[in-house]
């Protein structure tokens, strides 16, 4: 695995497009010579200080100017990846810092894959391998939830409660393997009731980050919230109304092609992604067609579902088929939205909504009720239990939960054996399973593949 | 217009998307002191010497960490804009780089609009107008002509060429007013034989400067050539074929629709922008119509028409109209490509094609001809005169034509007066117009609206 590190690479590490610079990232045991060999400037890098911008020229083989940079120099150890590091800025043309690319890699530079980075900074010792899954997410956040959870894990939280945990198995493992060391002369030397409280208070602490799991997914991944409703029952102005207020996101990035319109608004930093559909019409006679359906499929596996009524109108027939099949489901998380009160008269006919159903009163026209809105859809997604989780560690990567969750089943295992009364040997096999599951989230036992699926996601550049 | 610089700005100043790394781009008087507000470092930036760069973390007004940054700190004058910058390197999200410019702004700063950091350069003397033009042109520039005519005027190239053209108008002027001053003394001090010969000179060098647009236009904006053919002549192997090879621009940056295909190639570093149209028939029929349709128009403003023939079949009464009509035009650039060469035969029927033309014989299938084809496109580009502007300091903006056309004008003007013994007072008047025509390439005399019309064109953060 140290074969890699030989090398030296680079790669655009700012996103492609047109600004005002981009940076081009050089690391390995080579960055200095190769970009120094490309350099000029009033100071020879090679002889730089770590830590210093210089401004220069990076010539091409022919010795031609390609553009006017600044390199920054970071000297191994102290540098992200933990290797020597240079750092070009170049204009932010597309084609210009293509050839600032270009250029070094003729130097016998390789260019860096998705990752590579990140890598080297793992494979130095510089991070753990839950940080520099942090730092993926922390790229991709795109809500102040998701962006502090990521930063947190980065920053150490996570690893700190791993080691944590994982220490006290292996002291635990170290009473069971004294006692097999001299079981043999026939002396208990275990102290069972503490190796007992040892693995309760481990599958404990596992428990409490697995539970934080399902506010870490949605700090991460965003609430799914989908509008459903007849045709001018107000989605869209009620769409357009929750998203006004909301500054946080305005670039909307290409993404893949959508059946469905998703915008993206927060609220209180939680990412919220509403998905509108087409008419209640459409839906509501799909819910014959078993629902094979791509819009019942997507209500179905929404966070929260809205209904948006018109509250001028009495409720139609698919409104009412559609109120029915929520009422079966036994939703909590299905909220009505009695939309127009603006233009609500004496004439307006009577209608009932289902019992216990919370409704929300707006005018998306006057923008009444949306601020309430908010609070409701908030509501649903922050039970009263969130309190208990603002300081604790948040898990948030499903490679996390499974680990967590495979070293619960195999202390559980143990538990139950140590309980009756099974040889340690049986016991330590379970034990240990359990420390290599924690220690795959920290990276302390790994493969080529976890490595390879996780750093294969990242961005080329990081 | 001082007054501007006294605030402090900032902006993303790397392409917005997903990257390892963004940067945010502070400067202004109070640059330092507004980031070391919100920036948590081992060394406090305040104290940090120019050219150095501070790993540390960002927070906001609560004191949060927002994200883990190098900030690289530049002192005044030896920065970008002659003032303190500060460049936050942060991780290269969407929310994160937005959240860490809004904390700094929150700190006081104003954010910068579209070229405003290039507007201090020039403002604060670091550079002049044209080469503040040159950036915007380097930033944009698609092939490695139009990068490296950019980056000679930034470098100063055209400002040392335009200031040596003015400041022989400049010694004519002073000659001229000498004469004025003495003028009531009765005697005659001019030597009106030297001042005719600077004046010469001078529309002499302006016009070699106004020659070099022709190429410089195609350097910066590219080259062009609209495929025409009849369907299946095989016009759309033919741009695959040629596009095959070309790897230098391999991004397509998504830009405003177009009602044709146009795909960019380079061949020795020179841009063609290759538009494919629709069938023949319908362009001929078209002729018709006196020539109002888009397909039309495009092939009459095209640098260079290239027919595909199908060179199987004999003429299609649609290709000897074309054919009649471009030589009525009598166009120097057109070519006919003779495709289909691996399937051509004894029994493929006879057919002429008009006498001078170019004709390039190819089979885009077995990628035959296509370099041939490549040279000829690039001939019609560059003529026998290309060698005289090698090492020739080349015009590429509309502006700086236009200002050199007036000049030139003013000076014929100020030549014709002195020839038929005008008054020095007249003559004055022209040549004080050509120098400040002139002027305005460099910035020695603007005004707020050739300042706000140049730098509106830049992107923000640059």
Redesign the interface.
Known sequence: MNGRLETTIA?????????????I?VSGPSALTAVAGRFHGKQNILNAKS?????GRIVDGRN?????VVC?V?RAPHSFTGEDIV?I?C??????TR?VLESILEAGVSPAGPGD?TQRAFLNGKIDLSQAEA?AD???????K???TS?EQ??GALSKQIHLVRDQLVQSLGLLELELDFSEEGIALIDKKKVENLFNLGILEIDQLLNTYKYGKVWREGVRVVLVGVPNAGKSSLLNSLLKEDR??V?N??GTTRDFIEEKMTIEGVLFRMIDTAGLRETTDLIEKEGVNRTWKIIKGADIIVLVHDSTKTLTDDENIFLETIKNWDRQDFVIVNNKIDIRNDKTPQYHFPEKTRVVETSAMNHTGIENLKEVLLDKVLDKSEEDYKEAVIITNERHYTALSKAKQSLMSALKSLKSNESEEFIAVDLRSAIDSIGEIIGLVTTEDILNNIFSKF????
């Not at 790669?11 to 940076?23: C, D």
């Not at 830590?51 to 401004?55: G, K, L, P, R, V």
Request: glycine fraction near 8%.
């Open positions: 790669a655009i590490a700012t996103p492609i497009g047109e600004g005002a610079i981009s940076v990232r830590h210093t911008a210089h401004y031609e100017t390609v553009d006017e920054t970071f750092e800025s204009h932010g043309g597309i084609h210009v050839r980075f730092i922390l790229i991709q956040s795109q809500s102040d998701a962006r502090q930063l980065l920053e946080a996101i670039t990035i290409p961005c080329i550049g990081k």
